[in-house]
């Protein structure tokens, strides 16, 4: 079946914009993963979602990165007035629920350069 | 904080040798998972082992865990150049939320 599906794969802009970052979970899986891995480092967790439950947003770094999941299925992470430290890549992860005992899927993630 | 810390940061070795990667931690956990990431490409979920768990393999892979020490190794025998990719340790968090938390990793090259 289908995997995790990001897009855009790349994205460039401007520093000041905002942007929307799109992620399609597997079908069925109930949590809902958001990483941030800078160049040649480790995964930084941001977010995570879990049917209908309050999200844990305890990762994001600042107030200006929110995230949304709609229907329980696809979720947008938005970044607004993006600064440079914001360029990294984005990864989205799914997994069938939010135990710790679950392997997560990830997507290929979303390539981000603010210039 | 970060959980998990791999060692070494990077490896190099020749096709057909064993590649060792260790990986410590702070807390006591549930679990501990490695996951691999080819180049510019998600991660890759490689093995599970659990805490009351001292050793587990799957297929060229063979993991242990020290809960004592906080630690545990991945070995991959008989390395193939397509092993040539990153590999991290994850733990959860342990403090009643299901955040993983992932080290560094380390990038492993394997000559042909």
């Known amino acids: 079946g289908a995997g995790v599906s990001q897009s855009p794969s790349n994205k460039v802009t401007e520093k000041g914009k905002d942007v929307e970052l799109r992620c399609d979970p597997i079908s069925g899986h109930t949590a809902l993963y958001w990483y941030r891995q800078s160049l040649g480092q480790g995964l930084e967790f941001l977010i995570y979602f879990q049917g209908n439950s309050a999200p844990d947003k305890s990762g994001l770094p600042s107030d200006r990165f929110s995230a949304e999941r709609t229907g329980g299925s696809v979720s947008t992470l938005t970044i607004q007035r993006t600064q440079q430290e914001d360029s990294a890549v984005y990864l989205c992860a799914s997994s069938w629920r939010t135990e710790s005992n679950q392997p997560q899927h990830f997507g290929d993630g979303t390539r981000l350069s603010i210039l | 904080s970060q959980q998990g810390e791999e060692d070494p940061q990077a490896l190099s070795i020749q096709e057909g040798e064993n590649a060792t990667m260790n990986c410590s931690y702070k807390?006591?956990?549930?679990?501990l998972q490695w996951y691999r990431q080819n180049s510019g490409r998600g991660l890759v979920h490689l093995i599970l082992?659990?805490?009351?768990?001292r050793e587990k393999h799957s297929g060229r892979l063979r993991v242990t865990l020290d809960t004592s020490k906080k630690s545990s190794s991945l070995l991959i025998t008989a390395s193939r150049a397509a092993d040539t990719a990153s590999y991290f340790c994850a733990t959860d968090d342990n403090t009643g939320g299901f955040k993983t938390i992932f080290g560094a990793g380390t990038r492993l090259f394997v000559k042909a």
């Open positions: 082992i659990r805490s009351n768990e």
């Open positions: 807390t006591s956990i549930n679990n």
